[in-house]
């Protein structure tokens, strides 16, 4: 995990600072310390999981770029960056992933993720079928990379929030700890990140 947070994330928790939403942190956490749930509502989560999905395509400034490509030996396939959709239930992410290829024309892959719910939460464990669901064509090519990218777009999605929120008392950004999805929306707890990530402090010896 980067900890360049995206100027969106840091906005956002800006935004629900001075609304009252989400409380300041207080004070430097220590290692293990989690901070209180921030809420995503859908609509959210669908603009956040495309500027995940624009930084896990290598594009981290402003850009009027839309899809990439993605090459294959002699296979093609465009992506969509800005039609990304999520859709939520309880402990379950759905991710829509527009695409085009020669062979198909517009097509749409859909990539669904159990998550925890508030009953039963589960950490920052996801699970999700190997094959996502589409055109034959295309998830035959593409299936697996296309999980793992709407996979990378949700956890640098959670990533950059948590981030957002505040740094730890040895100025790392704050990681997640815990997804869920409930009642509409993604709540994400954030965490100082144990010793063993970030910056140690440790020196290596001889």
């Not at 995990?1 to 009252?20: G, I, K, L, Q």
């Not at 991710?95 to 920052?124: H, N, Y």
């Not at 957002?164 to 008392?169: F, N």
Request: with cysteine; hydrophobic share 50%; net charge neutral.
């Amino acid at each position: 995990m980067t900890d360049a947070v995206a100027p969106e994330y840091t906005r956002f928790v800006a935004d629900e600072r001075r609304a009252n939403r989400l409380a300041a942190v207080a004070r430097p956490m220590a290692e293990g310390d989690v901070f209180e749930p921030v809420a995503l509502k859908g609509e959210q989560a669908t603009a956040f999981l495309q500027v995940a999905a624009r930084r896990a395509s290598g594009l981290y400034r402003p850009t009027t770029r839309t899809e990439v490509v993605w090459v294959q030996g002699d296979s093609e396939l465009a992506v969509s960056l800005a039609a990304l959709r999520v859709q939520l239930a309880d402990g379950l992410i759905r991710v829509t992933l527009p695409v085009r290829c020669d062979q198909t024309g517009d097509a749409v892959v859909e990539v669904v993720f159990a998550v925890g719910s508030a009953k039963e939460p589960s950490g920052l464990y996801a699970s999700t079928f190997r094959r996502p669901n589409g055109p034959a064509l295309i998830v035959d090519t593409w299936g697996d990379a296309l999980v793992a990218f709407a996979w990378q777009g949700v956890l640098g999605m959670v990533s950059g929030i948590a981030g957002a929120v505040g740094k730890d008392a040895r100025g790392n950004v704050l990681v997640p700890a815990e997804l869920t999805a409930a009642n509409g929306a993604i709540r994400i707890v954030p965490m100082a990140r144990h010793r063993f990530a970030g910056v140690s402090g440790l020196k290596v010896t001889a």
